[in-house]
């Protein structure tokens, strides 16, 4: 029996995760124009879009042309769906029996999309998912408890069946509320999980105040994937997950419509790896819709999984901003970096008092506080004609005797990082809404005439 | 087994490190060179994929004749279907990096 070269084992895929960058190109092409091809010929939705571009799959020949086919936007999946075969619409690429799984978005930004997979979509999934735990550490020696709903989203089904893939014992810590959680994982000694960001840092603060367990000390969870939020790619969050946990903590990212297209190795160089293997990942400009190769220059972030069947998903414009990192990540792979995550959703990137600001730079300010708790809550209004911005903030108890400073801080910080004066409010400890999924903190109500 | 000659692996490689790895196999045939950049490290060569690429599509045409010749059998052609879902995966990994051209 052949044994793996030393260094291979740190990848999933040793060949596909060190393929030079021009023959990623080269497949990425190559499976882009099949993929491209199989919507055309099955999906009236494709074929009406395309054609009424005046484009047709041969016209793809290279990566500078993949710019020429038209995006998807969430919103017309929310259109197609109405349409038949019923429920999923004329983006269906598949006979309807052949489809066994259904998913949806959460409905974080409108009616929630549907999504069928088929068994070789799932086993793709698991497949994509399985990239990235790999990367993380995740061995088979690993015991995974995953404290998670399972329920109609996707979020952490397709991490449950990667983990089974890499070879892990996976604990489903499903309908258990959370102190039940925190003591499976105690009484199992777990040693990794996965969960939002929001959670991760929650089930501390529970297992501390209700339990009495110190999860840094008293447990053995040594990493964490977070996924829904882009918690992990703040510096801040993660400090506060990692210290509260005393486990690394990596981000991921993905979605319903896509596929997890990206993640976090054990190198963390400051930035999430796309998956360039299984997908075709672009930055457009903000503004000229132009490609961005280099690094330094945010855009928005266009993606094909370039072998999902079921439905689907060709040029889709994710509103995820993102830039290129311009140093290789030392873990050796060539997939490419995008710096510090994703930055923000480009729905989300709003002007306030004539500045651009991204929810995350609040959220990274607020966490990086030491005294703070970990909610808080942004609301936009206007008053008048102009705009006002009030941040919503708890103390923790055994530090309202710095008061001042904390606030002084706080001010400051927010001040430097973000260019914006806020008007903060102090709320009481354990006032503001918890969350257990995706957290809703940042409210604009400007777009609702207040 | 692996045998490690020439600089050695690091976890990190500096650029244009150059090591040797000899791979001994149950036959004791040693079947790989490696180069290891900063930027890439190869870990196999393309007979080898072949090799594993004539496997692949061995299976899916054995897992495809078990289909037919079921006539239809629910426990088989659904486990069936399973097995293709995997091959399909490998496909993936394997196979669909060995017709690019450059």
């Given at each position: 029996?052949?044994?793996l070269?030393?260094?291979?084992?740190a990848?999933?895929?040793?060949?596909?995760?060190t393929?030079?960058?021009?023959?990623?190109?080269?497949?990425?092409?190559?499976?882009?124009?099949k993929?491209?091809?199989?919507?055309?010929?099955?999906s009236?939705?494709?074929?009406s879009l395309?054609q009424?571009a005046?484009l047709?799959?041969?016209d793809i020949k290279?990566?500078?042309?993949?710019?020429?086919?038209?995006k998807?936007?969430k919103?017309?999946?929310?259109?197609?769906?109405r349409?038949?075969?019923f429920?999923?619409?004329d983006?269906?690429?598949?006979p309807?029996?052949?489809v066994?799984?259904?998913?949806?978005?959460?409905?974080t930004?409108?009616t929630?999309?549907y999504?069928?997979d088929?068994?070789?979509d799932?086993e793709?999934?698991?497949?994509?998912?399985?990239?990235?735990?790999?990367?993380?550490?995740?061995r088979?020696t690993d015991r995974?408890?995953?404290?998670?709903?399972?329920?109609i989203?996707?979020?952490?089904?397709?991490?449950h069946?990667?983990a089974e893939?890499?070879g892990c014992?996976v604990?489903?810590?499903?309908?258990?509320d959370?102190?039940?959680?925190?003591?499976k994982?105690?009484?199992l000694?777990?040693t990794?999980m996965?969960a939002?960001?929001t959670?991760?840092?929650?089930?501390?603060?529970?297992?501390?105040k209700?339990?009495?367990?110190d999860p840094a000390r008293?447990?053995?969870?040594?990493k964490i994937t977070?996924?829904?939020?882009?918690g992990?790619?703040?510096p801040?969050?993660k400090?506060r997950?990692?210290?509260?946990w005393?486990?690394k903590?990596?981000?991921?990212?993905?979605?319903?419509?896509?596929?997890?297209?990206g993640?976090?190795c054990?190198?963390?160089?400051?930035g999430?790896?796309v998956?360039?293997?299984?997908?075709?990942?672009?930055?457009e400009?903000?503004?000229?819709?132009?490609?961005?190769?280099?690094?330094?220059r945010?855009?928005?972030?266009?993606?094909?999984?370039?072998?999902?069947?079921?439905q689907?998903?060709?040029?889709f414009?994710?509103?995820?901003v993102?830039?290129?990192?311009?140093d290789?990540?030392?873990?050796?792979r060539?997939?490419r970096?995008i710096?510090?995550g994703?930055?923000?959703?480009?729905?989300?990137?709003?002007?306030?008092?004539?500045?651009?600001?991204a929810?995350?730079?609040i959220?990274?300010v607020v966490?990086?506080?030491?005294?703070?708790?970990?909610?808080?809550?942004?609301?936009?209004?206007?008053?008048?004609?102009?705009d006002d911005?009030?941040?919503?903030?708890?103390?923790?108890p055994?530090?309202e005797k710095?008061?001042?400073?904390?606030?002084?801080?706080l001010?400051?910080q927010?001040?430097l990082?973000?260019n914006?004066?806020?008007?903060?409010?102090?709320?009481p400890?354990?006032?503001?809404?918890?969350?257990?999924?995706?957290?809703k903190?940042?409210?604009?109500?400007r777009?609702?005439g207040? | 087994m692996?045998?490690?000659?020439g600089?050695g692996?690091?976890?990190?490689?500096t650029?244009?490190?150059f090591c040797?790895?000899e791979?001994?196999s149950d036959?004791d045939i040693p079947?790989s060179?490696?180069?290891?950049?900063?930027?890439?490290m190869?870990?196999?060569?393309?007979?080898?994929?072949?090799?594993?690429?004539?496997?692949?599509?061995?299976?899916?045409?054995?897992?495809?004749?078990?289909?037919t010749?079921?006539g239809?059998?629910p426990?088989v052609?659904?486990?069936a279907?399973?097995?293709?879902?995997?091959?399909?995966?490998?496909e993936?990994?394997?196979?669909?990096?060995l017709?690019?051209?450059?």
């Amino acid at each position: 029996m052949k044994t793996l070269a030393k260094g291979a084992d740190a990848y999933w895929n040793p060949i596909m995760e060190t393929l030079p960058l021009e023959r990623l190109r080269d497949l990425q092409v190559k499976k882009f124009k099949k993929i491209l091809e199989w919507a055309y010929e099955r999906s009236k939705f494709h074929r009406s879009l395309y054609q009424g571009a005046g484009l047709e799959p041969g016209d793809i020949k290279s990566y500078e042309d993949v710019v020429r086919v038209p995006k998807v936007e969430k919103a017309m999946m929310r259109d197609i769906q109405r349409k038949d075969p019923f429920p999923y619409g004329d983006a269906l690429c598949v006979p309807l029996e052949e489809v066994t799984e259904f998913r949806q978005t959460s409905g974080t930004t409108g009616t929630p999309v549907y999504q069928p997979d088929t068994w070789q979509d799932w086993e793709w999934w698991a497949e994509a998912w399985a990239y990235l735990l790999y990367a993380q550490g995740y061995r088979r020696t690993d015991r995974v408890f995953l404290p998670f709903g399972y329920n109609i989203f996707v979020a952490f089904w397709a991490g449950h069946y990667a983990a089974e893939k890499v070879g892990c014992e996976v604990v489903p810590g499903g309908v258990l509320d959370t102190e039940a959680r925190i003591l499976k994982i105690q009484e199992l000694r777990a040693t990794a999980m996965m969960a939002t960001p929001t959670y991760v840092l929650g089930m501390a603060d529970t297992a501390r105040k209700k339990l009495g367990i110190d999860p840094a000390r008293d447990l053995t969870i040594r990493k964490i994937t977070c996924a829904g939020e882009p918690g992990a790619s703040i510096p801040s969050t993660k400090q506060r997950m990692e210290e509260a946990w005393g486990a690394k903590v990596y981000d991921h990212i993905g979605a319903t419509e896509i596929g997890a297209w990206g993640f976090e190795c054990t190198a963390q160089p400051g930035g999430l790896h796309v998956n360039e293997a299984l997908f075709l990942i672009q930055l457009e400009d903000l503004e000229t819709g132009k490609i961005i190769e280099e690094a330094g220059r945010k855009g928005k972030i266009v993606i094909t999984a370039l072998d999902r069947i079921a439905q689907p998903c060709i040029q889709f414009d994710s509103k995820d901003v993102a830039e290129w990192s311009k140093d290789p990540c030392p873990c050796g792979r060539t997939f490419r970096v995008i710096k510090g995550g994703v930055v923000g959703r480009s729905d989300d990137i709003t002007k306030i008092k004539g500045v651009l600001v991204a929810p995350s730079a609040i959220e990274e300010v607020v966490r990086s506080i030491k005294g703070l708790s970990n909610e808080f809550e942004v609301l936009v209004t206007k008053k008048g004609d102009l705009d006002d911005i009030a941040l919503k903030i708890e103390i923790l108890p055994d530090e309202e005797k710095n008061r001042e400073m904390i606030l002084t801080q706080l001010k400051d910080q927010l001040r430097l990082k973000t260019n914006l004066g806020y008007n903060i409010e102090v709320h009481p400890y354990n006032s503001l809404p918890r969350y257990e999924v995706k957290a809703k903190r940042f409210k604009d109500l400007r777009k609702h005439g207040l | 087994m692996t045998k490690l000659v020439g600089n050695g692996f690091k976890p990190f490689p500096t650029k244009f490190e150059f090591c040797k790895l000899e791979f001994v196999s149950d036959f004791d045939i040693p079947i790989s060179n490696f180069r290891i950049t900063q930027q890439r490290m190869v870990f196999m060569n393309r007979r080898e994929m072949k090799k594993m690429d004539t496997r692949i599509k061995a299976i899916r045409k054995a897992v495809q004749e078990l289909k037919t010749l079921s006539g239809g059998i629910p426990a088989v052609d659904r486990n069936a279907d399973r097995i293709l879902a995997s091959v399909k995966m490998l496909e993936i990994n394997i196979s669909d990096i060995l017709d690019l051209k450059s």
